[in-house]
């Protein structure tokens, strides 16, 4: 399961850095973002085999959240320092080590554009085998839609609806982690300490 949430959120990332050229971007010029999402994610026979929904929030550039509420409750937060998830059902945390987020094209989904690099440039196994036929639009000024089909086969789909007006702060990246869960740091740092907060 955190394998697949990871996986979720990297292919998340990557999905909203890519969108049809001459599109109106709805993000072009905020420096914040937040909203609600829906997630469906389509087997390699078209049935639903997986739906989510919840809330995220971004701040220009690297600071990305992401609450699932529903079916499962589950906290991804990337900062620059840290990537953290939090399964609030297991009460378990894993901290990681930070995505290299100026390496990826995130801050594309700011302006709607993404960087020259071709696929020679990428690094070999890194995304491109996870995620491929992305399909990004923006039907009017509050929704992003994203479609994707991961490396399985499994379709996804994720619509996003901005909210138009609200603060997002650096405090909506910090995590605490509460007494009484898992905690397990994954780090390169942590030498592998792990274990339960007292």
Do not use: C
């Amino acid at each position: 399961m955190t394998k697949r949430l990871s996986l979720w959120l990297i292919s998340l990332v990557l999905s909203l850095a890519v969108h049809a050229a001459g599109d109106t971007w709805p993000l072009e010029g905020q420096n914040t973002a937040s909203g609600t999402f829906q997630q469906t994610v389509m087997d390699i026979n078209g049935a639903v085999a997986f739906s989510s929904t919840g809330r995220f929030a971004a701040l220009k550039p690297h600071h990305f959240r992401w609450e699932i509420e529903s079916p499962d409750r589950q906290l991804l937060i990337a900062t620059p320092e840290a990537f953290w998830q939090w399964d609030k059902d297991l009460d378990v945390v894993v901290l990681r080590d930070a995505p290299e987020i100026e390496d990826l094209p995130i801050s594309a989904i700011w302006n709607g554009t993404v960087d020259d690099r071709t696929s020679s440039d990428e690094e070999p196994g890194r995304f491109g085998d996870e995620v491929k036929n992305l399909s990004v639009r923006s039907p009017d000024e509050n929704t992003i839609i994203v479609r994707f089909e991961d490396s399985l086969g499994q379709k996804t789909l994720f619509e996003f609806n901005l909210e138009t007006q609200g603060v997002v702060n650096p405090s909506t990246f910090v995590i605490t982690v509460p007494d009484g869960v898992d905690f397990y740091d994954e780090t390169s740092r942590s030498q592998g300490r792990s274990g339960a907060i007292e």
